[in-house]
């Protein structure tokens, strides 16, 4: 399986990777499970989204999940007021390349009074 979380910061993205690596590794016990966590891009968004990802066929035996990956260079520059090489055409190839390989793509998106109280709690 290829399982992308997205959501905004404290939405519990990273809590639910370790919970599905989990429930991988105790339901198919000879299969590998890989971690990917993406922040802002020190590269190309293909390099980015696109490369860490070409070896990764379905049923293979090889699970990976990304906690956070595209979307998030979809908003993020917005809101902070930061430039970004993610065009809509390279956007697009990242989708259909992620459609390609099924990816399962899930939204993590809890009410703003839990992100208030993890932000709260954790400090930011």
């Known amino acids: 399986m290829l399982i992308i979380l997205e959501g905004p910061d404290c939405a519990g993205k990273s809590t639910l990777a370790h919970e599905i690596e989990h429930k991988l590794k105790t339901t198919d016990p000879h299969a590998t499970v890989t971690m990917l966590h993406r922040g802002p891009p020190s590269g ?3 390099d980015e989204y696109v490369t860490p990802l070409l ?3 379905p049923g293979d035996g090889h699970h990976i999940i990304c906690d956070r990956w595209h979307l998030g260079e979809v908003v ?3 809101v902070i007021g930061r430039k970004t090489e993610l065009t809509t055409g390279v956007l697009n190839y990242v989708r259909l ?3 390609a390989r099924g990816a399962l793509t899930v939204i993590v998106n809890p009410g703003v009074d839990v992100v208030m ?3 709260r ?3 930011d």
């Open 55 to 57: 070896d990764y066929r």
């Open 117 to 119: 109280s993890r932000y």
């Open 97 to 99: 390349f992620l459609q």
């Open 121 to 123: 709690t954790r400090g």
């Open 76 to 78: 993020y520059p917005r």
């Open 44 to 46: 190309h968004p293909l």
